[in-house]
Nanobody
């Protein structure tokens, strides 16, 4: 059974950094374009970063230059390095491929607050 587990969230002050991890067990994701999504309170889940199997990346403007998505196919893990965090980055963060082929995990809460 495929399981998606996100981790690495927490409480951080504005300007701080966090590194999120997403491990997918029971399936190899190496050929798929993976993405990190976030859902802020009262808003719909939205895609913020994608990474193809060929290592091409794409980011929404709100996180461009601050977030970096990467992957370790041998570990079936996707990462999201988040720097210069802002209050508006507060959300629950999820990963999935861009077609949402996996059952959504629990996500990991990121709270940016002074």
């Amino acid at each position: 059974q495929v399981q998606v587990v996100e981790s690495g969230g927490g409480l951080v002050q504005p300007g701080g950094s966090l590194r999120l991890s997403c491990t997918i067990s029971g399936s190899s994701f190496s050929p798929y374009t993976m993405g990190w999504y976030r859902q802020a309170p009262g808003k719909r889940r939205a895609l913020v970063a994608t990474l193809t199997g060929g290592r091409n990346t794409n980011y929404v403007d709100a996180v461009k230059g601050r977030f970096t998505i990467s992957r370790d196919n041998a570990k079936n893990t996707v990462y999201l390095q988040m720097n210069i965090l802002k209050v508006e980055d507060t959300a629950v963060y999820y990963c999935n491929d861009i077609t949402a082929r996996y059952v959504w995990g629990q996500g990991t809460q990121v709270t940016v607050s002074s």
